[in-house]
């Protein structure tokens, strides 16, 4: 009895008790010589020996494909081998980098060439010439996926004959489709502006008043906002934000980031409100003075009231005769109508005028500034006063044209 052997697990009160040796996790390779093969003598060990034996046997009759790389001993390393060998070591941290978990990779193709794309770039510090943007905030770049047509076509504001037909007239006029759908009242101007929203990915903006701050006013010149028709309506000191009819010109964009040191941010605005406040800064800078001689010459010219998108505002085409011309407008002469002149000039009046040249007809949007009355004939007749606000360059070019002839042969 006294000759029986002590259990491995009970305690011994004589002895102090020895802390069990680490474990060790290694993948199933080639062991080094100097460690003797563990005994496999644990019926988990035996478990895995004859699951290999199976495993190889279905591999060599299977179809060949990736071994699962989930083979490990769990094992008691022996009192003397506390410290793993350099083999051993590599081999441990080779396991513990492959255990760490991989970076997250964005889902997103375009960020990840973007970011490959920004590590591969040289750095360059940004200088005054070139504003440097804010993160997470590109300015829109107009897509047009589709044309405009067929935008208006799906919204189903337009048939697909009177897209063709738009196309053409406004082809033959010398301008823009949108605005000759304006002008014969086929689509409005919010129509039009959600179309082109739609088709370049551009932002709308709403200008609900009819002026802007003096600051604002400031920041372009005037000829260039009624050239590319658009005007500034916010500036947070990075950022200047301009309300625009239609997408402008990337280049213009740039340019305008170098002088004016901010990031510009396109939007969409509809056409009559950008008008509107073109028009208000015309009035306040005093652009409306003469800045071209006029010149005395009397041709036939043809003459419809509109508003200030050409729309217009009843079916008569009066007939009259030009007193005088220049390149910033006409004095005309025309039948009086029944309507106070005071009136039409408080609400705004407008006119598309043609004149019939020796050079061609000149096509023009005017604002027409006076009206006076003319009681000496039999008829009573006005004498309007217009100036040009909107002419496309082969009109503007046929006046200028017609204004050199008529100074060459003016006494």
């Known amino acids: 009895m006294n000759d029986a052997p002590v259990p491995s697990n009970a305690s011994n009160v004589d002895h102090p008790t020895q802390p069990p040796p680490p474990l060790d996790a290694t993948v199933e390779m080639e062991r080094p010589k100097d460690l003797p093969s563990p005994v496999l003598t644990d019926p988990i060990s035996l478990n895995r020996s004859s699951s290999r034996r199976f495993e190889a046997d279905a591999f060599s009759r299977a179809p060949q494909s990736a071994p699962e790389f989930d083979a490990t001993i769990e094992m008691e390393r022996p009192g003397e081998a506390n410290q793993p060998s350099a083999p051993v070591a590599q081999m441990d941290a080779a396991i513990e980098r492959f255990r760490a978990p991989a970076p997250e990779k964005s889902t997103l193709p375009h960020a990840n060439m973007c970011a490959?794309?920004?590590?591969?770039?040289?750095?360059?510090?940004?200088?005054?010439?070139?504003?440097?943007?804010?993160?997470?905030?590109?300015?829109?770049?107009?897509?047009?996926?589709?044309?405009?047509?067929?935008?208006?076509?799906?919204?189903?504001?337009?048939?697909?004959?009177?897209?063709?037909e738009a196309v053409e007239m406004s082809s033959a006029a010398g301008e823009r489709v949108g605005r000759w759908l304006i002008r014969w009242e086929l689509v409005t101007p919010d129509t039009l502006c959600r179309a082109l929203c739609t088709q370049t990915g551009l932002p709308m903006t709403m200008l609900d008043s009819d002026s802007m701050p003096d600051a604002l006013s400031k920041r372009f010149p005037l000829p260039l906002m009624m050239h590319h028709h658009f005007v500034p309506f916010e500036d947070s000191g990075a950022i200047l934000c301009l309300a625009a009819s239609n997408p402008l010109d990337p280049t213009l964009i740039r340019e305008q980031e170098r002088i004016h040191n901010r990031v510009i941010e396109v939007f969409l605005a509809r056409e009559d409100q950008?008008?509107?406040?073109?028009?208000?800064?015309?009035?306040?800078?005093?652009?409306?003075?003469?800045?071209?001689?006029?010149?005395?010459?009397?041709?036939?010219?043809?003459?419809?009231?509109?508003?200030?998108?050409?729309?217009?505002?009843?079916?008569?085409?009066?007939?009259?005769?030009?007193?005088?011309?220049?390149?910033?407008?006409?004095?005309?002469?025309?039948?009086?109508?029944?309507?106070?002149?005071?009136?039409?000039?408080?609400?705004?009046?407008?006119?598309?005028?043609?004149?019939?040249?020796?050079?061609?007809?000149?096509?023009a949007l005017c604002d027409i500034r006076e009206i006076r009355l003319i009681e000496d004939n039999l008829l009573p007749?006005?004498?309007?006063?217009?100036?040009?606000?909107?002419?496309?360059?082969?009109?503007?070019?046929?006046?200028?044209?017609?204004?050199?002839?008529?100074?060459?042969?003016?006494?």
């Open 381 to 411: 007749r006005w004498l309007l006063g217009v100036e040009i606000v909107e002419i496309n360059p082969d009109a503007k070019s046929r006046l200028k044209s017609l204004c050199r002839k008529t100074r060459v042969m003016t006494p």
């Open 116 to 164: 490959t794309e920004a590590i591969h770039r040289p750095q360059t510090p940004p200088t005054r010439s070139e504003p440097r943007r804010e993160s997470g905030r590109q300015n829109a770049v107009p897509t047009f996926a589709k044309k405009l047509g067929e935008v208006l076509v799906q919204m189903g504001k337009l048939s697909p004959e009177q897209v063709q």
């Open 274 to 363: 950008i008008a509107r406040q073109l028009d208000w800064m015309r009035i306040k800078l005093k652009t409306r003075s003469r800045h071209f001689l006029r010149y005395p010459l009397k041709l036939a010219v043809s003459y419809q009231y509109c508003n200030r998108l050409g729309v217009r505002l009843d079916n008569t085409i009066h007939t009259g005769s030009s007193i005088n011309v220049s390149e910033g407008g006409y004095l005309l002469e025309g039948p009086a109508t029944c309507a106070d002149p005071s009136e039409m000039l408080r609400k705004g009046l407008f006119a598309n005028v043609s004149i019939k040249s020796m050079t061609g007809e000149v096509a």
